[in-house]
């Protein structure tokens, strides 16, 4: 079986809401940006992350090379579990070539992970640049939510950019290493943006709490691609899932707010 089709069992074996077990809570109004169905590309900004195209179109350059398969194996086997081996294997390079271009096994992941977070990140600033300032209440807070994750799950429906999702879901459900570290360290400064930005929605709560109640947004976030399956290329159906995937997150800020504004820790 496909390592990626072996991700679905190993999720819902860890407890997370399934369709046969549905939640009897009231959930907020999902807030869905449709694509154009006109439109030859539904996400344009996409085009900024690596492309698969034909030797013909770009021959490949080692590096890039090595960076392509690179993403696939860290995909497939998580950082702990790829070989430099493997990737050098296929690659058809030694060991010297590896480590001219990257150095260390943590150097490649990093220039992995890179070239999709960096437009992530970017689109993530532009969103929150747009956000109306009469914007106000739970609007705002859905829309704020919407531009955070909608990018990462945009991304997904590329095929190099569904590698990179499923980088991202094996941070979420292992533990602490050099990868989650690379990870906390390359998100940070546009996630404090969006902490800062929901902060005045939240004025309970300290941004210690949003920030733990926005890695729990992530953390649902980063699964649904391995929900989807093959699914995440249909733009439609990802365009769907993010909002379900706002919506859950908005209930759960709103509901764990209230619940937790009378903490003392959140005074401060």
């Known amino acids: 079986m496909d390592c990626r089709w072996q991700w679905r069992a190993a999720v819902l074996s860890l407890g997370f809401p399934h369709r046969d077990c549905p939640l009897r809570i009231k959930i907020a109004p999902r807030l869905t940006v449709k694509p154009d169905p006109m439109a030859s590309d539904p996400f344009p900004w996409t085009s900024n992350i690596p492309q698969d195209l034909s030797a013909a179109e770009a021959p490949e350059a080692t590096r890039d090379l090595v960076l392509r398969i690179a993403a696939r194996h860290f995909a497939e086997h998580d950082f702990r579990g790829t070989s430099l081996r493997a990737i050098q294997r296929e690659a058809g390079v030694n060991p010297a070539t590896v480590h001219y271009h990257f150095g260390s096994k943590e150097q490649l992941y990093q220039e992995v992970i890179g070239q999709f977070l960096g437009p992530v990140q970017a689109e993530r600033m532009r969103r929150l640049q747009t956000v109306p300032d009469n914007l ?17 799950l945009e991304i997904a429906t590329t095929p190099r950019g569904y590698d990179y999702a499923l980088i991202l879901a094996y941070v979420q459900v292992s533990a602490r290493d050099a990868a989650t570290e690379m990870f906390d360290t390359a998100v940070g400064p546009v996630r404090r943006q969006y902490i800062a930005a929901l902060a005045p929605l939240l004025p309970g709560l300290s941004r210690r709490r949003i920030d733990y109640l926005l890695g729990m947004a992530v953390a649902h976030m980063a699964m649904v691609p391995v929900w989807l399956g093959r699914k995440s290329a249909d733009p439609q159906v990802m365009t769907a899932a993010i909002g379900d995937t706002v919506a859950f997150a908005a209930a759960g800020f ?9 903490l003392p820790e959140d005074k401060a």
């Open 136 to 152: 106000t209440g739970p609007e705002r807070l859905r829309l704020l939510l919407h531009h955070y994750i909608a990018p990462h």
């Open 254 to 262: 709103e509901a764990l707010g209230r619940s937790w504004q009378s």
